[in-house]
């Protein structure tokens, strides 16, 4: 028979396993919507390719905003930065039950 020490060893064993089972889960799952949003991403741009600068003083400045081509780069940019705080979020949330 076992002892109570051995019992707690081996609870606290299997506890830290399923622990690891649970964070490789998520991981992968992290890993998995990265390389969507990456494919996402690359997709838009293709299509948007057809963006041309002039290079003219007005490109430089918020102006170059109200071009009608670019609005397929603001939403990307915006859904990106959204990605991305919502990726921080989770990441924090998991930082903080450890």
Do not use: W
């Not at 051995?6 to 964070?23: D, F, M, N, P, S």
């Not at 081509?69 to 959204?82: E, I, P, T, W």
């Amino acid at each position: 028979m076992r002892s109570q020490q051995e019992r707690l060893e081996q609870l606290h064993i299997r506890a830290a396993e399923l622990t690891e089972q649970k964070e490789r889960r998520t991981l992968n799952a992290l890993r998995a919507v990265s390389v969507f949003l990456f494919v996402c991403l690359a997709g838009v741009i293709s299509v948007l390719d057809g963006f041309q600068n002039t290079g003219g003083p007005d490109d430089y400045t918020g102006s170059s905003l109200l071009d009608s081509s670019v609005g397929g780069y603001v939403l990307v940019a915006v859904l990106a930065f959204a990605a991305a705080v919502v990726i921080t979020v989770i990441c924090m949330k998991r930082k903080d039950k450890k």
